[in-house]
């Protein structure tokens, strides 16, 4: 078997893209949490219950201060420090942990995109890249929750297509003059802090840039179909005066700060999806149970039935991924010293490593909010197209977690083109299959390189296909494995939910496959899987019902 | 001033619990264990205390060894040492008042906040027994202390209205529901707990047998409630009552 290329010194299985060679070793499952970090999960569970849930209304309308006040509980609770190194005032915390307490933030989209946005990307930037003095200057103010954040990529003009802003930065004699506007800025009303990414004559460079400083401002809310609680706006740059301190990491290097903040930012929208998620099998559960119809509970109907099982089994899957991907995270993170003077490289290559998957994990946990939301409506019936049920209101927010942090079309080129151009997918021309989703993924990648070769990066539909293809294996080897570590009851219902998602999988692998192969001329090849007939619905709904939603926190 | 407040693990207040099928206890298997809530209500009461002027909390639990997972949410709450009395023996409300006894005299505190009742069995005994067995005043069900000059005051709601009590320290006080509201843990109290002393201590070092008089034939969980029927009227509703027998003639 070949192995990837290995930058971080990372062992077998807690590589990057290591999935792909059928590598399952050191697996990380929620259920290997401590009873510390159990406690602080917990903490954050009943925070988001007791604090955020009550006011969704009020958060919607903007309320004046609600938000802010919100955000600030959470960071005297120590949400927001979670990450950031003690050495810089922070916990230390792991990113699993630090992810899994903001997954249970999560459960009301605006609040998750405020304090996401918030605790990560508008801060992460900072950590990893920026200087001491830098650290010094801005972190305290936002770990404390005295100020809050922000970050400003995109622009009118570019969106998925990042490298292509146009803000300018020009020199000046002690620093840099900004000019150009940022658009779909996430807590653009409340922010002190902006990481903005510019463009000198070395290339895109990054800023921290300060609401006060001169030149900035932020342009009128955006009236957006969901998420209303959540602040989006322009931020305008005219001529904004920024010192040369302020630069973070290199001048002309600032991709490497905005995608490197994108891949963690992605690796933590997978919990910012589960959050709602998790809500939405929550109110199905207990509406199910409630309402009836000829004469019974319309949770003992088998449709019912089985769509709350497929959601427990894809949230189950997305689980399984997210917490798989954040044992890799921290192996690679805890290779680096944070007191070292060349931390900021080693942290960037940490946080290349989980690239694939933090890809992947996004687009399979927004698509598995994308069915619990659809489907907790559907459950409700007329009822869930009204807004005296709280479905219609995640429905609505779930919508753009397809779109931010990459769309999901984006994310799935991006993964198709970077296991091209690592040359992975040659590396997996001579591995073995360790099983039957393995092997029809590997027949898939041969016959679509042996006909393609590099140039699949410029067919989408044969790149988003592989894509989905190594998504599903991730997910169906993930489930596998950890519910096999899995002890007790959240052992069976995790094999349970496994099996299923290896059923639904199967569907969607073999379709994809089926269409690679026409595509390459190779319409005969045998696509089909081995399935249990849906054997697993009754159990896991059965779980569902009985916990009133999701059983495992 | 030392306080000290004893904290039993018991199965999280929300949890469905089930009957083990041979009817000789709960299905502990899937069950999370919290703090009893009116204990975690004396644990707030005694750091609230301590944040106010110059005091030591103590927190004891009485169990098996996973009962330091409670002491140490209970140190992360801002109590400052803890105290596991190992043992494995079933007791009761008096064969655990016995085993306070002894850390009481061992520690030698100013005051004991306890919960009134621990919701696994609603007893509501051991505080009072403790009181009774070290011959020290009680004030139970508090939903208010003040800290006086040597005293205590406890208020308390009874039917009648809101009863004011005042006891010499030391004294035993037991805490109502709305006595306080417990604060989320934060998560930097989390980490520092993890390097606050839990003392371990045998049950035999303390000098005292595990007692236990009541004894559990069986537990079985409570019938499954029957669906009800809507009467139309009164004369319907006597009507009906008599014929099950609720009422008589």
């Known amino acids: 078997m070949s192995a990837m290329p290995d930058p971080t010194g990372a062992t077998q299985g807690l590589r990057g893209g290591a999935f792909l060679f059928g590598e399952t070793e050191d697996l990380f499952s929620p259920e290997q949490f401590d009873a510390d970090s159990r406690l602080m999960v917990e903490t954050a569970y009943s925070f988001c219950k007791k604090e955020v849930l009550p006011v969704l209304d009020r958060l919607d309308a903007q309320e004046d201060g609600l938000m802010e006040s919100l955000v600030r509980k959470a960071c005297e609770l120590g949400f927001a420090a979670c990450e950031a190194p003690e050495r810089c005032g922070g916990l230390g915390l792991t990113k699993s942990l630090a992810t899994r307490i903001l997954e249970a933030l999560s459960l009301n989209g605006s609040f998750s995109t405020t304090f996401g946005v918030h605790a990560g990307i508008a801060q992460s930037p900072i950590v990893l890249f920026g200087s001491d003095a830098l650290r010094e200057k801005y972190l305290p103010h936002l770990l404390s929750g005295e100020w809050m954040g922000a970050y400003a990529l995109s622009e009118p003009n570019s969106g998925s297509d990042a490298l292509s802003l146009q803000t300018k930065a020009e020199r000046t004699a002690d620093g840099y003059r900004l000019t150009g506007t940022k658009m779909w800025i996430s807590n653009a009303k409340w922010a002190q802090t902006f990481i903005v990414f510019a463009r000198t004559n070395e290339g895109v460079t990054a800023f921290v840039v300060e609401r006060s400083f001169p030149g900035v401002t932020v342009g009128p809310e955006e009236h957006k179909m969901g998420l209303k609680g959540s602040s989006t706006a322009r931020l305008e740059l005219e001529g904004a005066l920024v010192p040369e301190e302020n630069l973070l990491y290199v001048e002309g290097e600032g991709h490497r700060v905005a995608f490197n903040a994108l891949n963690l930012g992605r690796f933590k929208l997978a919990a910012m999806a589960l959050g709602p998620a998790r809500a939405a099998l929550h109110h199905a559960a207990q509406y199910a149970k409630q309402r009836k119809q000829f004469g019974r509970p319309i949770s003992e109907f088998g449709l019912i039935r089985e769509k709350l099982a497929r959601c427990a089994a894809m949230f189950y899957a997305a689980e399984s991924m997210l917490y798989r991907t954040g044992g890799i995270v921290d192996h690679a993170f805890q290779q680096v010293d944070d007191a070292a003077p060349d931390r900021a490289e080693k942290y960037r290559r940490a946080a290349e490593e989980c690239a694939i998957e933090a890809s992947i994990g996004k687009v399979f946990a927004t698509e598995t909010l994308a069915l619990c939301a659809d489907e907790a409506l559907q459950i409700h019936g007329g009822y869930g197209f009204t807004e005296e049920f709280p479905v219609a209101r995640i429905y609505r927010d779930a919508r753009v977690t397809r779109i931010y942090e990459g769309t999901n079309e984006i994310n799935r080129i991006f993964v198709a083109t970077r296991l091209t151009k690592k040359g992975v997918f040659q590396q997996l021309l001579d591995c073995e299959a360790t099983d039957e989703c393995h092997d029809l993924f590997l027949r898939s990648v041969r016959a679509a390189w042996e006909t393609m070769g590099e140039n699949l990066i410029s067919d989408q539909q044969i790149c988003a296909r592989l894509s989905d293809m190594a998504m599903n294996l991730y997910a169906v080897q993930s489930a596998a494995v950890r519910a096999t570590q899995a002890t007790g009851p959240q052992g069976e219902f995790g094999r349970a939910c496994a099996a299923l998602w290896r059923e639904q999988a199967g569907v969607a692998l073999a379709a994809a496959a089926a269409e690679v192969f026409g595509r390459c001329g190779k319409a005969g090849e045998p696509v089909s899987l081995s399935s249990s007939g849906g054997k697993d619905v009754d159990a896991i709904a059965t779980a569902v019902l009985e916990s009133d939603g999701y059983p495992i926190l | ?249």
């Open chain 2, 1 to 249: 001033m030392k306080i000290l407040v004893p904290v039993k693990r018991v199965p999280d207040p929300y949890a469905k619990v089930s009957v083990l099928p041979d009817g000789s206890g709960l299905d502990t298997t899937a069950i999370k264990f919290e703090i009893n809530p009116f204990d975690e209500i004396a644990v707030e009461e005694a750091v609230r205390i301590s944040e106010q002027r110059e005091a030591e909390v103590v927190v004891v639990s009485i169990g098996k060894p996973e009962c330091e997972e409670q002491l140490r949410k209970a140190l992360a709450i801002g109590a400052h040492r803890g105290i596991l009395v190992e043992t494995e023996a079933n007791l009761d409300s008096l064969g655990v008042a016995k085993i306070l006894k002894k850390v009481f005299e061992k520690e030698s505190p100013d005051l004991v906040i306890m919960g009134k009742q621990a919701i696994d069995d609603d007893a509501n005994q051991a505080g009072q027994m403790l009181a009774a067995l070290l011959d020290l005043p009680q004030m139970t069900f508090a939903a208010k202390v003040e800290l006086l000059d040597g005293k205590a005051r406890v208020t308390r709601e009874t039917d009648a209205g809101q009863e004011t009590l005042e006891a010499p320290m030391p004294c035993i006080i037991t805490t109502d529901l709305r006595l306080n509201e417990p604060r989320y843990v934060a998560l930097p109290g989390i980490i520092k707990a993890r390097s606050k002393p839990i003392e371990k201590i045998p049950l035999a070092d303390l000098g005292v047998e595990p007692e236990c008089r009541v004894h559990t034939l069986k537990l079985r969980p409570p019938a499954p409630r029957q669906a009800g029927r809507r009467v139309e009227s009164v004369d319907e509703l006597i009507a009906a009552l008599k014929e099950k027998g609720v009422l008589n003639g």
